[in-house]
């Protein structure tokens, strides 16, 4: 090993801020490792590769509550590798999590075209694919995908639920259907049932919140908050109210007539709404996605001003809550 108390303590020294944190990352994990890197003075001992959602609660400290034996624990504890297609960032973040800390290592696509590149350049043990994406959307990857690896095992997430669209989903040869907001529970028994090797444990469900304000699905957030922990959760809700500001802002662009866009915007709102708790706001966008898809020009304006109003209500609400 090439580093030693010394250089650690002058680095620390050099470059970190009282309250900063030094991580090791290693390609491969030891127990002898692990507590030869602790006895240096290293708060974190990462595996490669280094998943986004760990970058995510390294940044947030919140991985640093682990133990170095509890960190290999789950490093022993591999599942698989999946990819998650989603254009989301708030979706993909709590998705992501979910999987990462059941033990599968997650990469990420954005859109349809990165999951055929990435299918393309890689082996996926399964790949979670939203149905509705830009510039390739999930339906249409999947032909792709199954053009050159017909033993790819998809499965599709939407938060359409119609008949209609999970016929389509099976047609072009998903293998199941995921509706969103995606549950813990419901997400790796899917999982499982696709990648039998794979075992999976599942918390007991915690007791809501009571005497709780109507806009929110307290249990939701209460699962939430048992899986992710209070520090990630923060800082992903601060990533969703962001997402939330800028969704509410395009959609006050846009005049009423533009119903393709209105569509596509109050669709995204609603599958971040629902992932996060918001169920008023869910189900508000879901009835202006309804309307501007069936062309009701005469409910739309009305049902955007309700929207705007209520994601502000629903914003200043989770930030009070969660990240102040």
Known sequence: MDVNEQDVNRLRQAHLTADGS?????????????????TLGLDQ???????????????????????????????????????????SPANQIIAGTMLTKA???VTYACNGLEAVKLVAEKPFDLVLMDVRMPEMDGLEATEVILQNHPEQV???MSANVMK?????????????????????????HAIQKWLPNAVVSLPSSPKPAENTASLLDEQL??????????????????????ELVQRLNQLSELDSTQVDEIEDQAHTLKSSSGS??????????????ACARQQ???AIPELMAQIDVLGKQTHSLLTERFIQ
């Open 45 to 87: 001992v990462v595996n490669k590769p280094l998943s986004r959602a760990m970058q995510l609660a390294l940044l947030s400290k919140d991985a640093l509550a682990n133990e170095f034996e509890e960190e290999y624990v789950a490093q022993e504890k591999f599942q698989g590798h999946i990819l998650l297609a989603e254009d």
């Open 22 to 38: 030094m991580v090791a990352l290693v390609s491969g994990m030891s127990t002898e490792i692990t507590h030869s890197l602790a």
């Open 221 to 242: 957030l209460s699962e939430l908050e048992q899986t992710l922990g209070k520090a990630s959760l923060s800082n992903m809700m601060t990533i969703f109210c962001d």
């Open 296 to 298: 009701q020009l005469g």
């Open 276 to 289: 996060f708790g918001a169920t008023a706001l869910f189900l508000l966008a879901q009835k202006l996605e």
């Open 164 to 188: 209609e669209e999970i016929e389509h989903c099976y047609q072009v040869g998903m293998k199941d259907f995921i509706a969103k907001p995606v549950k813990q529970k419901t997400l790796l």
């Open 103 to 105: 033990g599968f290592d």
């Open 154 to 156: 998809i499965l599709a």
